[in-house]
């Protein structure tokens, strides 16, 4: 909760973005977080009951769009969704690892990564 103070990133739920960004604008109190949205410049006022509740905070700009998840600071659904976003719609990135583990988003069209030779020998294999 120490990390809820004014000017902190954080996520909040919507009904249709699922998550959206927004920030705290002045420090947590027991039980009531006020947050801005950044998409909107709503105000909003969160009703915390457990502290495991607290929204997700998001990672700084520096770590946005890294090809490794399991750089960021915090590694929850957000900030995965988020980071995946970036990648694949803002840079064309159709790879991201997780670790060992490799994350591709199929972008529906063909892109110019491979000759056709590898195109053809791998055709039909899926």
Same mark, same amino acid.
Not at 116 to 125: H, K, L, S, V
């Given at each position: 909760k120490e990390l809820y103070t004014k000017g902190a990133r954080i996520w909040v739920?919507? /009904?249709e973005k699922v998550w959206e960004s927004a920030t705290v604008t002045s420090?947590?109190? @027991?039980?009531?977080?006020?947050?801005?949205?950044?998409?909107s410049q709503e105000i909003r006022q969160i009703k915390i009951t457990d502290?495991?509740?607290?929204? /997700?905070l998001r990672n700084p700009s520096l770590l946005i769009g890294q090809n490794d998840?399991? @750089?960021l600071s915090y590694l929850h659904e957000p900030a995965v969704l988020h980071n995946l976003k970036v990648r694949f719609c803002d840079r064309n990135a159709i790879y991201t690892y997780c670790?060992?583990?490799?994350?591709?988003i199929n972008p529906y069209y063909d892109l110019p990564i491979y000759g056709?030779?590898?195109?053809?020998?791998?055709?039909?294999?899926a």
């Open positions: 739920e919507h /009904p420090d947590y109190r @027991s039980g009531v977080l006020i947050v801005k949205v950044d998409s502290e495991k509740q607290m929204p /997700p998840l399991t @750089s670790g060992i583990v490799l994350v591709a056709d030779e590898t195109i053809m020998a791998y055709r039909g294999q």
